[in-house]
Every structure is written in structure tokens, then in C-alpha cells.
């Protein structure tokens, strides 16, 4: 993969940027912010309503097909499931929200686990959020920035299935969601996504190389 920096088009200086990512294997389940693996070191943790693109995301960044069926298996949806990239960072698949079916109890418990592990786990460094471009900054959405937001945590909101969109409504669609957290803009950046036509997965890397801190080679 190839990236270009630099404004000047003839001094673009092109760099081969290398995925970390695609070495991501499972490494547990948790049910309960007490069952995660100890807090430390590096996490990152991907969130979105149910049906948002996440386990599509997961996999298209990858390159592991299955990589996040796990969370799909009936039973296993409230689980928040980790991946491992080397010894002290890891990627965090926390559970789909929104899902219209679950009963108001299970999904009370759900938003508490979610509110518990963003509030109290140390390692994590951000919170990438994905979000349907048709349909982004639905009211779950805002109360997870907002959780983020209580303990100063960035944000990296993805605005998945961008091919379901023309490129103008697009970009429209970053702007609008740009304007409206503008305010937070330190901590909060935004971006198109498609897994189906592997589009923002360079930019999606960078954002995650800065908060896994990667050491220089
Ligand atoms: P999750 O519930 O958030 O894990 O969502 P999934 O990754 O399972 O995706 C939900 C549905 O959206 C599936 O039918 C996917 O095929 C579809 N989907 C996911 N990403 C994209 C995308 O980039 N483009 C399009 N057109 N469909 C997508």
C-alpha cells in the first residue's frame, strides 16, 4: 500500500505503508469488564450500532475474512471480543447497540457494560465509531461520543457503506458530521469508509498507528 504526503503534487513524498493490522488473531471473549485480559498496554476499541459495518470493517482492515464472525455467532453478540496484534496491543470488537429486537433489559445491560469498559479501562488510547453514512449521529451514537468525551477519549468516526452513496454525498455527509462536533474537533476526527470497495482503509491506519504508538523500525 502506497501514501502520499505533502501539498506539492511533483514533492509528494511516497512512503509503503505497511498494515499492521493483518496480523490480528482472536485472543478471548469477555462477557464483563472484569473478565478482559489485564489493563495494559494498548486497545482500541470498535463500536456502532448493530448492522453499521463493523465486522465487515474489522475484516476488510485485516484482510481476515472471519475475523470478527465471532461476535455474529447467536448468543455470543454481547461479548466483547478481542484480537491481538502483539503482546501489549490489541483490537476490541465491543458488542453491536441498537439491535431493535433485544429486550429493554438486555439492552440496559448492554449500554452499562459498554458505559463500564470506555469508563474504566486505562489501556484504551480510542474509540473508533462507525456509523451508516445514510444514517449517521443516530442518539446512541451521541451518548457513546459522549461517554468517550467524560474521560477525554479520541474518537475516529467511520462513516461506513460510502458506496451506497454519490462522492458529493459523501463528502457532504464528513462535512455535516465534521460541523457538528467541530467543537470537540480535538478530540474527534471523521472519515468514509467502504469495506466492499476497500476505500479509507490507508487513513484508517493512520489514526490507529498514532494511538497504538507503534515503535519506529
Ligand atoms: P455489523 O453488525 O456492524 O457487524 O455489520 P456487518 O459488517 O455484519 O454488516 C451489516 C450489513 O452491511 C451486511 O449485509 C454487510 O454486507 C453490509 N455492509 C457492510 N459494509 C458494507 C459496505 O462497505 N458497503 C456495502 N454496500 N455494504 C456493506
Known amino acids: 500500500m502506497v501514501h502520499c504526503l505533502g501539498k506539492n503534487p511533483k514533492m509528494k513524498l511516497k512512503i509503503m505503508l505497511v498494515n499492521p493490522y493483518t496480523h490480528a488473531t482472536f485472543l478471548k471473549s469477555a462477557a464483563r469488564v472484569e473478565h478482559l485480559p489485564s ?3 494498548f486497545e482500541v476499541a470498535f463500536a456502532g450500532r448493530s448492522n453499521a459495518g463493523k465486522s465487515s470493517a474489522l475484516n476488510c482492515l485485516t484482510g481476515i475474512k472471519q475475523l470478527a464472525r465471532t461476535s455474529k455467532t447467536p448468543g455470543r453478540t454481547q461479548l466483547i471480543n478481542l484480537f491481538s496484534l502483539d503482546e501489549s496491543r ?3 470488537d465491543l458488542p453491536g447497540y441498537g439491535y431493535a429486537k433485544v429486550a429493554m433489559k438486555v439492552k440496559q445491560d448492554w449500554q452499562q457494560n459498554l458505559a463500564h469498559y470506555l469508563e474504566v479501562r486505562q489501556c484504551l488510547r480510542g474509540l473508533v465509531l462507525l456509523m451508516d453514512c445514510r444514517h449517521p449521529l443516530k442518539e446512541l451514537d451521541q451518548t457513546m461520543v459522549d461517554w468517550a468525551l467524560n474521560r477525554e477519549l479520541d474518537v475516529h468516526i467511520l462513516l461506513t457503506k460510502s ?8 463528502k457532504n455527509t464528513v462535512l455535516k458530521v465534521r460541523k457538528y462536533y467541530q467543537l470537540m474537533e480535538e478530540f474527534i476526527t471523521v472519515q468514509s469508509f467502504s469495506s466492499l470497495k476497500k476505500e479509507g482503509i490507508e487513513e484508517l491506519i493512520l489514526k490507529l498507528n498514532e494511538w497504538f504508538a507503534w515503535p519506529v523500525p
Open 39 to 41: 489493563d495494559e498496554g
Open 90 to 92: 490489541r483490537l476490541v
Open 163 to 170: 458506496d451506497k452513496l454519490s462522492r458529493s454525498e459523501v
